[in-house]
């Protein structure tokens, strides 16, 4: 029987490890591993460092309030609208958005991992 799920928080199993704050996509196998690209949208943001096959807490796109992610690339913006590319990263896509849009609402330099705050548009 399934169960309802109305904290935005879900467990899952990660496939190799993965970093905290990372957009995370669900296997065929009921995994979690990191997004591969723009593309996708995942289904949430690591919210620990999560080992091979250890479990981990997701918080869910679904899920009200902002979101915290690793950040990629160059400076971010407020009010600027970025997207999830490789690795689970939040970053620029040239005026290509994926369907993963967050807009930034503070600044910093985005020096591969920062941890920076986001509000999704999904």
Wanted: negative net charge; aromatic residues 8%; charged residues 10%.
């Amino acid at each position: 029987m399934s169960t309802q799920n109305e904290s935005g928080l879900k467990s899952f199993v990660a496939s190799g490890a993965i970093s905290a704050f990372r957009a995370v996509d669900v296997q065929s196998d009921g995994t979690i591993t990191p997004v591969a690209g723009n593309a996708s949208i995942g289904i949430g943001v690591t919210q620990q460092d999560i080992a091979d096959a250890g479990y981990g807490q997701v918080r869910l796109w679904t899920s009200p309030g902002t979101f915290l992610i690793a950040v990629t690339g160059s400076a971010v913006t407020p009010a600027t609208t970025y997207a999830i590319v490789t690795g689970g990263f939040a970053g620029a896509v040239n005026g290509t958005f994926g369907p993963a849009s967050l807009t930034a609402i503070q600044s910093g330099v985005a020096s591969n991992g920062i941890i920076l705050e986001f509000v999704s548009k999904n």
